[in-house]
């Protein structure tokens, strides 16, 4: 994997703060530096267009 998709702004958007958790830990054991979550979608557009991501992880 390319060191410089590490430095993407992945955002992850989960109504389960565990799911949350062990997606962040697998990505901050992996190297990923730039990961904002959220739980509540209701903020997803706002969090999108503030954020920017360049991916987005959402559980099902």
Do not use: C, H, W, Y
């Not at 430095?7 to 530096?33: C, H, P, Q």
Request: charged letters at 30%; hydrophobic letters at 40%.
């Amino acid at each position: 994997m390319k060191e410089d998709f590490k430095d993407a702004r992945i955002l992850i958007i989960d109504d389960t703060l565990a799911n949350i958790e062990v997606l962040e830990n697998l990505l901050m054991m992996k190297g990923f530096t730039n990961v904002k979550s959220i739980s509540d979608s209701t903020q997803s557009i706002l969090t999108i267009r503030d954020f920017k991501p360049d991916t987005i992880s959402e559980t099902v």
